[in-house]
């Protein structure tokens, strides 16, 4: 059976929600948390939502959490990844599984219906949808999307993954170059809006960075 596979990294506020909407979809039986270093109770409250929660003793990122989690779900030959902050409607990831359950997909991407306003101006989707589209010649629609489901066999040709916001970048690159069916679908999802501060200018600019990394390393 496949199992779900959250990082999660401060996500208290969230973490309750999306773990019991994740435990409802079809076919699910195990919920894994890796709580990537919190310093708040996601940890805690991921547990007492019925997670099974793997913690790292400091903040290694998203690539090494995703890893982890793959590690703990070692018997799955499908993997669900899904962000901590999706909250309720992490219940509506279920068209993600079913092209790879029926052997029509060896990963699928989320493409959110309804789109949040972000605090940013799109450039660190612009890099990774263009660099995507000269390493493989396709443009996504959502290229950071973090909700995607994909084969054992996919995850380990992947391995390892682009260092930390790149994770999702590299795979893109690294299956389509290796002959893996990738594809896009149209889910009722939807994270929390990242916003103007300066921590999220900050959070934007690492994930540039990230990004542009993994691009360049797959030149």
Same mark, same amino acid.
């Given at each position: ?62 690539? &090494? #959490?995703? !890893?982890?989690?793959?590690?703990? /779900? ?7 990844? %899904?962000?901590? $902050? *999706? ?65 054992? &066999? #996919?995850? !380990?040709?992947?391995?390892?993954? /682009? ?7 590299? %795979?893109?690159? $690294? *299956? ?44």
């Amino acid at each position: 059976m496949p199992s779900v596979i959250i990082p999660a990294y401060n996500e208290q506020s969230r973490i309750g929600d999306t773990v019991r909407a994740a435990a409802t979809l079809p076919g699910i039986d195990r919920v894994i948390v890796v709580d990537d270093g919190s310093s708040d109770g996601t940890a805690s409250i991921a547990k007492a939502s019925g997670a099974d929660v793997r913690r790292h003793d400091r903040n290694r990122g998203k690539a &090494a #959490a995703m !890893e982890t989690g793959a590690d703990a /779900a070692e018997r799955e030959t499908v993997l669900l990844f %899904l962000d901590a $902050d *999706l909250g309720e409607t992490a219940a509506n990831a279920a068209p993600l599984l079913t092209p790879v359950l029926d052997g029509k997909a060896d990963m699928t991407i989320a493409v959110f219906r309804t789109t949040v306003k972000l605090g940013g101006h799109g450039i660190v989707v612009r890099t990774a949808r263009a660099g995507i589209e000269r390493a493989t010649g396709w443009s996504p629609t959502q290229p950071l999307n973090g909700q995607r489901c994909l084969t054992r &066999a #996919a995850f !380990e040709a992947a391995r390892p993954l /682009a260092r930390g916001f790149g994770a999702e970048t590299g %795979l893109t690159v $690294d *299956l389509m170059r290796k002959g893996f069916r990738v594809t896009e679908v149209e889910v009722d999802m939807a994270h929390r809006a990242t916003g103007t501060d300066l921590r999220s200018q900050l959070h934007r600019a690492r994930q540039l960075a990230d990004v542009t990394w993994a691009l360049l390393v797959r030149r």
